[in-house]
């Protein structure tokens, strides 16, 4: 039987951000987290998930959600975001400072610059709640979820694309072993968006070998 999915957005995005895809397995079970940066909170219990993450999502999702796990498609996808003398292909952490330094005085002007960066069109960032948008991006600086990421006891298969404004190349090959990974030439951050259709057929392809 095919496992509950249980999918999981990144920084600046909410449960939406996933419907594409889910729209395309209508013959999955499943839920989806909203870290609440437009409103309201959720955070669905799903036993045994096969847990679908994108960018920052992974480390939340290493870092809250418990385990068992059936499976992780991580998308666009990192357990550690800022470089460190055992990271070297993160992000400059300044990176991470400058916005935070912006927030408070433009919180809806450094969210609407960042889901610009990662390819969104006009992005729409009047509904904001900041407080929690705040609180994940000083949280991201620091996440460093690499260990819990290898010593997750089930099947794990990461998706990414070649030319990713917010994670480049370097940072994917670092984060995942090199059978679990699959690059996607010329494409960026936002492949359930931009791929919906692929992404479908690669959570279809992960579920049946979860099931074998």
């Known amino acids: 039987m095919t496992p509950p999915v249980l999918a999981v ?3 600046g995005f909410d449960a939406g951000f996933w419907m594409p895809v889910l729209e395309r397995l209508p013959d999955f079970r499943g839920d989806c987290v909203d870290m609440g940066f437009y409103g309201a909170p959720k955070r669905p219990k799903v036993p045994r998930p096969l847990v679908l993450a994108h960018s920052m999502g ?3 999702a290493l870092a809250n ?5 059936a499976g992780l498609l991580a998308v666009n996808a990192f357990p550690r ?6 990271f070297v292909d993160g992000v400059p952490p300044r990176l991470v400072e400058r916005m935070l330094t912006r927030f408070d005085e433009a919180p809806q002007q450094v969210t609407a610059d960042f889901l610009g960066r990662c390819g969104i069109d006009s992005p729409d960032t009047s ?3 900041p407080e929690p948008l705040k609180q994940s991006l000083a949280w991201l600086g620091q996440c460093d979820e690499r260990t819990a990421l290898r010593m997750l006891p089930c099947p794990v298969q990461a998706l990414a694309g070649t030319n990713d404004p917010i994670v480049p190349q370097a940072m994917s090959l670092a984060s995942y072993a090199p059978e679990t990974l699959v690059l996607v030439e010329g494409a960026g951050h936002l492949l359930p968006l931009t791929h919906p259709d692929w992404v479908a057929s690669q959570v279809r392809l992960f579920a049946a070998r979860l099931e074998a």
């Open 9 to 11: 957005h990144g920084w």
């Open 58 to 60: 992974l480390a939340w």
């Open 65 to 69: 959600i418990p385990r068992p796990w």
């Open 81 to 86: 975001f800022t470089r460190s003398p055992t």
């Open 127 to 129: 509904a904001i709640a």
